[in-house]
């Protein structure tokens, strides 16, 4: 049962336009989301992160909405560089969760120069 | 960067073999991780550990065991090879709380 979803796994966006990826979870306890990029060969890296007691986060070109009544969160960039082309997870823990963290499916971004 | 390494980087073996993958880490972090990453799946856990002989199974953890001696080392075992188990194994290290960071990955083919 997958507790933390993203429903597009791939995206194209002209370079200098918003990237927007989209992340949805079931598990109402969750309470901590966060955002990973990852290049090929070489391990995801942390890239944003979001509690339950805000709803946007920001840094830099990097945007994190968070809407808990939806379950549902967003990461915004502006304006997308070819350098974001990478797949990008969200992830999810909660305090019923031991410190484990769950992780969507990745969507693979690609900024068309 | 997070000082986390994994060894090997690449392996390949055969079927029925036990293989053993290796997590250092020099950040004394408490929690450390084990993830497979497959196309159409992304990061799965496998096992975890909160603690030095603490372990506990992921959502994957048929076919692998785990063992942490010392804080710095968390050790991945796979019994006997299958070759449902070729895939890239990132391990995670975190402190209570906060984000995990990511070693650079182990390729691993059985065939």
């Known amino acids: 049962d997958q507790q933390v979803k993203q429903n597009s796994p791939s995206l194209s966006v002209q370079e200098g336009r918003i990237s927007i990826l989209n992340c949805d979870y079931t598990?109402?306890?969750?309470?901590?989301f966060l955002w990973y990029k990852k290049y090929p060969a070489e391990g995801p890296t942390f890239l944003i992160s979001i509690s339950s007691i805000k709803d946007k986060n920001e840094d830099g070109r990097f945007t994190v909405f968070l809407n808990k009544s939806a379950k549902h969160l967003s990461l915004h960039i502006v304006p997308s560089q070819p350098g974001d082309s990478a797949v990008y997870f969200c992830a999810a823990s909660g305090s019923n969760t031991g410190n484990q963290f769950y992780f969507g499916t990745g969507t693979s971004l690609t900024v068309i120069p | 960067d997070a000082g986390i390494t994994q060894s090997p980087r690449h392996k390949v073996t055969e079927t029925g073999t036990p293989v053993t993958l290796r997590c250092h880490q020099t950040e004394n972090h408490r929690y450390m991780y084990w993830y497979r990453q497959d196309p159409g799946h992304g990061l799965r856990l496998i096992h975890y550990s909160y603690g030095v002989k603490d372990t506990d199974k992921g959502e994957v953890s048929d076919g692998y065991s785990v063992s942490r001696s010392k804080t710095e080392d968390f050790l991945l075992t796979l019994e006997s090879a299958t070759s449902s188990q070729t895939s890239v194994y990132f391990c995670?290290?975190?402190?209570?709380?906060?984000?995990?960071?990511f070693g650079p990955g182990t390729r691993l083919t059985v065939t």
């Open positions: 995670a290290i975190s402190a209570p709380g906060d984000e995990q960071y």
């Open positions: 598990n109402s306890m969750f309470d901590y």
